[in-house]
Nanobody, 117 residues
């Protein structure tokens, strides 16, 4: 299984970024997808999750209303649209693929997001 994130970079506070994650090696539409982040000096935390077909999404409180997770099962890709980025958002953002009925889980290497004030 390979998960490759892209779209990270440097953005000013209040700006936007769109992260993408392309998956291969599994039937993408059979897996829940999510985004996690690890901020400097902090433990990894989940940011957003999507069920297998995108009909259900979940967000941690600190990003609700600013971040949107979506997926394109025809392109084996999950996205994270991040708007109104704040100084507390910089982190390495990683996508995850999780089995629906099995405990398998896969992680991408991550993409760095930096927010300048």
């Amino acid at each position: 299984v390979h998960l490759i994130e892209s779209g990270g970079g440097v953005v000013q506070a209040g700006g936007s970024l769109r992260l993408s994650c392309v998956a291969s090696g599994r039937t993408f539409s059979s897996y829940n997808m999510g985004w996690y982040r690890q901020r400097p000096g902090k433990e990894r935390e989940w940011v957003a999750k999507s069920n297998f077909n995108g009909s259900k999404t979940f967000y941690r409180d600190s990003v609700k209303g600013r971040f949107t997770i979506s997926r394109d099962n025809a392109r084996d890709t999950v996205f994270l649209q991040m708007n109104n980025l704040k100084p507390e958002d910089p982190a390495v953002y990683s996508c995850t693929m999780a089995g629906i009925v099995t405990p398998e889980a896969y992680w991408g290497p991550g993409t760095q997001v930096t927010v300048s004030s």
